[in-house]
């Protein structure tokens, strides 16, 4: 009892990694560039998960799951990062993160949709109350408010494309490599695959030479380590502790996110977007109770994600 009670605070422990991660991908950004940040930060991450979670055995995997999980891993990890560096301020930086975590409750639907997950009716709720979460958090100060989030998408549409893009592609890994993966930890090689993808785009599309500054180099060393040693504080939770804890506290990753990027960026958030983030949270859990105790394969918990 007391090592699975260790396990599952150790695995709470990724929660509050995870939940830095927009706030710190951001930070990297704004010392070394959108693609040169994030190139850094998967690059930093690939080695810290060799020495954590191991290098991956690459016989060991199927080849359809090598492929699509690769493939759904990478554009996602890139429409994520390049999404929060191409942000305008840190306000909308962790607005589009705010959109990126529509992915659960995307992932519920798909999984009902394509891999026959049975649910109940809150599903509708779950994902009316979600969007209208982030509709309340892209109105700004006004909250729900159409016209003003209209505008306020048209300011950036690249960065709001990329997130909710983003959003699709990982419900689509979730869904896709559910049924490939058969239960194996892929995450050293699509890290190492996502950093050589930023690497070409950086060394093919970006001008100039990366700016170097100790403020940067600090939040670099704090966004690797928050993906790094995140995904091993995961691991040990999920195959020792209380998988019932971990599940639920994983929701509450946007309204922390939030919360830690504002401290981190120093930018004030309105009442309205708390409310929306809120939602966002809210909806995902009703979606995640729809599928609760129903046959057929289970719906994946908030961040059972990278696996």
């Known amino acids: ?73 990478v554009a996602y990890e890139l429409c994520l990062s390049l999404s929060i560096g191409y942000a305008n301020s840190g306000r909308q930086a962790i607005e589009v993160g705010m959109v ?20 109940n009716l809150l599903i509708v709720p779950g994902f009316a109350v979600a969007v209208v979460g982030i509709c309340l958090v892209l109105g700004g100060d006004q909250g729900l408010d159409i016209a003003g989030m209209v505008g306020n998408i048209k300011t950036n549409p690249l960065s709001y494309g990329l997130a909710f893009f983003g959003a699709l592609i990982w419900a689509a890994y979730c869904t896709v490599t559910s049924r490939m993966a ?16 930023l690497w070409l785009k950086y060394f093919t599309t970006e001008d100039g030479a990366m700016g170097m500054s100790y403020h940067g180099i600090i939040y670099l060393a704090m966004a690797a380590s928050a993906m790094g040693f995140g995904y091993a504080a995961w691991n040990v939770g999920i195959l020792h502790g209380n998988v019932t804890i971990l599940a639920g506290a994983s929701y509450f990753i946007p309204v922390l996110s939030a919360a830690l ?47």
């Open 1 to 73: 009892m007391q090592g699975k009670r260790k396990a599952t605070l150790i695995g709470l422990t990724a929660v509050l990694l995870w939940s830095s991660i927009v706030g710190l991908i951001r930070g990297v950004s704004e010392s070394f560039g959108a693609t040169g940040g994030a190139a850094l930060i998967y690059t930093v991450g690939a080695i810290l998960l060799s020495f954590t979670v191991g290098f991956t055995k690459v016989r060991q995997f199927s080849g359809r799951y090598l492929f699509w999980g690769s493939i759904l891993f």
């Open 100 to 119: 990126n975590y529509l992915w659960p409750s995307f992932t519920m639907l798909a999984a009902i949709a394509f891999n026959k997950q049975k649910s």
């Open 182 to 197: 058969g239960g194996k930890n892929g995450i050293t090689l699509f890290f190492t695959l996502t950093a050589l993808a």
């Open 261 to 307: 990027a504002a401290v981190l960026l120093q930018a004030p958030l309105s009442l309205a977007f708390w409310k929306g983030a809120a939602m966002v949270c809210a909806g995902s859990i009703l979606c995640w109770f729809a599928t609760r105790g129903q046959s057929a394969k289970p719906a994946p918990s908030a961040r059972s994600r990278q696996s």
